[in-house]
């Protein structure tokens, strides 16, 4: 099966500061990626859909200066939380849709705790 | 608009006992439905997927999913569950020829010994 890595894992930065999350599409080429954000015992909320090389399309409420989406390649997407406050922490997940024989699936990245202090 | 409703949030059982997740959905257009399992701290894991055909969808660790038109539902089943099932289930719909994906709220399904 397609597999999607997500990087990094955990990551704990000071408020204020920026931190970029990399979601890789490591055996296809994903046209389409997804960004969400699962809060604790709770279900995904889609945050944005990036398609490769034009502007991520934000979801309502969903600040596109705060959160950055980049799909520069058919197998990178990045996800800049900027000037981050502790309301950011959450777990995020990308997730990663082809053409082809995969595009009836979305395949899912491991998932990015992000703790802001 | 597609919505999907899972209608419980825990559910208990013993281990070796089977099992039934609920989950209906809405949509005023033909879909495609998935369950996905997510462990601690981890991302999702499709487990099966209904996209067209027979309506018992078989899927990884045993599980099985039913599609049913008439009463837009698609439960997921283990006929004997075990302790490493322990996990959140989430059932997602999607419009045929459409990229999101929407999700329940989710099911923690715990394995008691």
């Known amino acids: 099966g397609a597999v999607v890595s997500q990087h990094p894992s955990r990551v704990i930065c000071k408020s204020g500061t920026s931190v970029k999350i990399e979601c890789r599409s490591l055996d296809f080429q994903a046209t389409t990626m997804f960004w969400y954000r699962q809060f604790p015992k709770q279900s995904l909320m889609l945050m944005a859909t990036?398609?490769?090389?034009?502007?991520?399309?934000?979801e309502q409420g969903v600040e596109k200066d705060k959160f950055l989406i980049n799909h520069a390649s058919l197998t990178l997407s990045t996800l800049t939380v900027t000037s981050a406050h502790p309301e950011d922490s959450s777990f995020y997940i990308c997730?990663?849709?082809?053409?082809?024989?995969?595009?009836?699936?979305?395949?899912f990245g491991q998932g990015t705790r992000l703790t802001v202090v | 608009a597609q919505s999907v409703t899972q209608l419980d949030s825990q559910v208990p059982v013993f281990e070796e006992a089977p099992v039934e997740l609920r989950c209906n959905y809405s949509s005023s257009v033909s879909v495609y439905l998935f369950w996905y399992v997510q462990y601690p701290n981890q991302g999702l894991q499709l487990l099966l997927k209904?996209?067209?055909?027979?309506?018992l969808v078989k899927g990884i660790n045993g599980f099985e999913a039913e599609f049913n038109k008439s009463q837009t539902s698609f439960h997921l089943r283990k006929p004997s569950v075990h302790i490493s099932d322990t996990a959140e289930y989430f059932c997602a719909v999607s419009a045929q020829g459409a990229q999101k994906l929407v999700f329940g709220q989710g099911t923690r399904l715990t394995i008691n010994p």
């Open positions: 997730s990663a849709r082809a053409a082809g024989r995969y595009n009836t699936e979305a395949f």
């Open positions: 209904y996209l067209s055909g027979s309506t």
């Open positions: 990036s398609n490769e090389g034009s502007k991520a399309t934000y």
